[in-house]
């Protein structure tokens, strides 16, 4: 971090992998020369692109002052992407915003949570004093409640029902309108793999003791706080959530032992467990604050969402090959994919245990829990979510704010 901080101390929001890409070829040329960069050439070339990036700045109307805790260059060597999954298309985000307002936004991107983390600067945005941040939908649920309708277990089913409602024109003048409303502007979300980690070896899972660890735990909450969990935010002692709601269900590891895109159900599941168990609940966003946007003029206003569309069909088009080709969470990933080098156990939940899974988390079910729940995060935005997750029919890229 300290290195990062160094590199980057002649102008904010310098992009290190582009960077490194420039330094790179440069030290090709000299190479080529018969030279080997030095540290004076290796820092000028710094100093060039920061003074490049300062150069913008200076140029620009508006800076959109961005935050993410996540580092660049995560991963070096990826064979896709340098980065981690969960800040894939930031960068894009950042190039887009930039060519779509001709120069007149500069996108400020601050790495490495410098500026909050997930919980604090989806409310730094609801109060205005940053204009953009990253968090997850689970974490910017705590400032814009009405994100919890999209965790309600199998509502929305498979990633590709996910996507659905991104590109929908009713999930944007319900969800997203009523997220503006809260503070937070969504530009385009990245969905993903959920699971519950277990951190020692443990035979597979049996649903009926999951739901008496459940039912256990929520007496347990009940005796302590005075209060039912949020079944929005509350996770299985053994193995449920979106991970087998927005994609089948289809896996889990052992060893540690994961379900693949897990639930925000987190009151119980956040952070570690009495049997060593934790919940990983993602799906991550790029946001802005309403009030930063609204005071933007309508024709940037309009390039914002242009850049947001086009990040989003980046996230989209890479999606599959980013989780099958470089993390390894697909059946058929190479063996030379980070979780396979891992040598991490997986088992694929089969049609019968997914069954068992949706039948007891089902709307019928927990009617009398969900229903308070459905009213408080937003019955419309709810329906919405339902219905547009339901359609059927391939998924269609469109520009989600237009009819």
Request: hydrophobic share 35%; charged share 25%; with cysteine.
């Amino acid at each position: 971090m300290r290195d990062r901080k160094s590199l980057e101390s002649t102008g904010a929001g310098t992009d290190r992998r582009e960077f490194m890409l420039r330094s790179s070829k440069l030290a090709v040329l000299a190479l080529a020369r018969g030279a080997l960069p030095t540290g004076a050439v290796l820092l000028e070339m710094a100093q060039a692109y920061a003074a490049t990036e300062a150069e913008k700045k200076a140029k620009a109307e508006h800076v959109l002052l961005f935050s993410t805790t996540e580092n660049a260059n995560r991963w070096p060597a990826g064979k896709l992407s340098k980065e981690q999954s969960n800040v894939t298309g930031l960068l894009q985000l950042k190039q887009y915003v930039e060519e779509e307002s001709k120069g007149k936004i500069y996108f400020d991107l601050q790495w490495g949570g410098t500026l909050g983390n997930q919980i604090e600067m989806p409310r730094k945005l609801q109060q205005g004093v940053l204009a953009g941040c990253h968090a997850s939908t689970q974490n910017a649920a705590a400032a814009a409640g009405v994100w919890n309708v999209i965790d309600f277990p199998y509502v929305v089913g498979p990633v590709e029902n996910f996507w659905k409602l991104l590109y929908s024109k009713r999930i944007n003048d319900t969800l997203r309108k009523k997220s503006e409303e809260q503070g937070l502007v969504t530009l385009c979300i990245f969905p993903q793999i959920r699971w519950i980690e277990m951190q020692e070896p443990r035979l597979r899972h049996s649903p009926a003791r999951g739901a008496q660890g459940r039912e256990n735990a929520r007496h347990r909450l009940q005796a302590r706080t005075g209060r039912l969990p949020d079944p929005a935010r509350q996770s299985d002692a053994g193995g449920m959530g979106r991970g087998v709601q927005r994609a089948q269900g289809r896996h889990c590891r052992r060893h540690p032992c994961r379900t693949r895109a897990g639930c925000g159900l987190q009151h119980l599941g956040r952070g570690r467990h009495p049997d060593r168990r934790r919940v990983h609940a993602n799906s991550d966003a790029a946001y802005i604050s309403t009030s930063w946007y609204r005071k933007l003029p309508p024709a940037l206003q309009g390039a914002i969402m242009e850049a947001a569309y086009r990040a989003q069909v980046m996230q989209h088009d890479v999606y599959e090959s980013y989780l099958r080709d470089q993390w390894g969470l697909r059946p058929d990933s190479p063996p030379d994919t980070v979780y396979k080098k891992l040598n991490i156990n997986t088992v694929y939940l089969t049609q019968k245990e997914r069954d068992v899974w949706r039948d007891f988390l089902s709307y019928d079910r927990n009617k009398a829990i969900y229903d308070p729940l459905i009213e408080r995060f937003g019955k419309a935005e709810y329906e919405a979510v339902k219905q547009i997750a339901s359609t059927s029919g391939p998924v269609e890229k469109r520009r989600w704010w237009k009819a």
